[in-house]
């Protein structure tokens, strides 16, 4: 089964694609990791990434979408989550004729829908481990250990997207190119909305009846 979770910055999406690894084994696709490794391991596609990442100009959608085939075919036969992938109407559209030719498909597309305020809230109070991505909130979700995560020492970072004059930025970028994607996969049927302004193990329970009716679909 492959999804998609879709939502704004501080939506939950993190939170929630750790918690369908752990208990179902899917795997997530970061285009960040995606890019790096392809650029580290010198592959081709990963070098004409990195020609349009020298010159400060952002990989075309073409190259982004032969960069994740090439990850999808090492991951053939398991779950992926698509994570941040794809933003665009071209880049949902690709991605549908990519995994067609690869006999494989989106299932399901889980939007998290969640007040804006609340949003700001979320990402202000937001700290980020340094060394391995575990996420704390100083209000909802403080460390135990203050600004040291509990899971493998790292130091707890506040991101600098995560400051209140860049999050309207962010917003406004996600609405203006995500919110059509939305749209998009609504037409097609594939969307499902979660509230995620729930407690993360209510919005979890509430993802697993998704996949639990798409599973019998």
């Known amino acids: ?14 939170t929630q ?3 369908l690894i752990d208990k179902y084994n899917f795997v997530q696709l970061s285009t960040g990791d995606v890019l790096r490794a392809a650029i580290a391991n010198k592959t081709d596609v990963g070098f004409s990434a990195k020609s349009y ?3 400060g100009k952002l990989v075309p959608d ?14 053939k036969g398991k779950s992926v989550i698509f994570d941040g992938f794809p933003r665009t109407v071209a880049q949902a559209k690709s991605l549908d004729l990519m ?3 690869n006999a494989a498909q989106i299932d399901k597309v889980i939007y998290f829908k969640i007040n804006p305020q609340i949003l700001v809230k979320r990402l202000t109070g937001r700290r980020t481990c340094s060394q391995c991505g575990e996420i704390y909130h100083v209000e909802t979700k403080p460390s135990s250990k203050g600004h040291i995560c509990e899971k493998c020492g790292g130091s707890l970072v506040h991101r600098a997207d995560d400051r209140e004059e860049v999050i309207g930025e962010r917003l406004a970028q996600f609405e ?4 059509p994607t939305i749209e998009f996969y609504r037409g097609l049927k594939r969307l499902v909305e979660v509230d995620s302004m729930s407690e993360p193990d209510v ?3 509430e993802i697993e009846k998704v996949l639990a009716l798409a599973n019998k679909g």
Not at 69 to 75: M, S, T, V
Not at 176 to 179: E, L, P, Q, S
């Open 99 to 101: 995994l067609e030719k």
């Open 17 to 19: 694609s750790r918690l």
């Open 203 to 205: 919005v979890f329970k």
């Open 62 to 75: 073409e190259v982004m979408i032969a960069l994740v085939e090439d990850y999808i075919l090492g991951q």
């Open 176 to 179: 203006k190119n995500t919110g």
């Open 1 to 14: 089964m492959n999804i998609i979770l879709i939502g704004a910055p501080g939506s939950g999406k993190g």
């Open 53 to 55: 990442m020298d010159q």
